[in-house]
Each structure stands twice: as structure tokens, then as C-alpha cells.
């Protein structure tokens, strides 16, 4: 809940009598699936860093997923493919090929 993050930095600056408008630096955990308007939102309250692993767990599996999809019949074992029964697959597993 990104709009109470305005309210910390209040409750902070008036604590300890701090002459900054945002005198602490926040950090919002679960930003994954956050909105825009919810990341512009926690940005402006003085948000320095977003913990998206989510999202990036996500990126990544969708990523290998459509590759392994797109490449089914060349992943199956190291050679033989629609090509050939003798034809290599390594430079389909292998990214130093």
C-alpha cells in the first residue's frame, strides 16, 4: 500500500524534528505486480528501491518456457532433430556455440 508510505515520512519528520520533507529512505517489498500509479505513487514518497522478484522469476520462466516450446524437437537429446537423425542440437542448449 504504496499511499501509506507519505504518512511514515510525516510520522518520521515530526518524530525526530528532521527539516526534510522524506527523511528516510523506504524500500517497498512486494512491488511485483504493482501499478503504475502504485510505483509513481511510492517513488514520490521517497521509495529508493523495489523488491520485484516476482516479476523477474516470471520473465524468466517465460522466456525459457518459449524457447523450450519453440525448440521442442532440437531439445530432446544431443543429436538428431527434424533435420536428421545425425544432426547436432548443441547450439540450441549450449549459448558458447
Known sequence: ?????LNHQAYTKEQISSS???PIFLV???GSGSTEDEIA????????KMN?????????????RK???DNHDYLQGQIGNPKGPDAPNKK????RV
Not at 52 to 64: E, L, N, P, S
Not at 92 to 95: G, H, N
Open 92 to 95: 540450441f542448449y549450449d549459448p
Open 41 to 48: 505513487t511510492a517513488v514520490s514518497a521517497g521509495v529508493v
Open 67 to 69: 524457447f523450450v516450446a
Open 28 to 30: 517497498m517489498h512486494g
Open 1 to 5: 500500500q504504496p499511499d501509506r508510505l
Open 52 to 64: 520485484v522478484d516476482t516479476d523477474t522469476q516470471w520473465a524468466y520462466w517465460d522466456g525459457t
Open 20 to 22: 526534510e520533507d522524506k
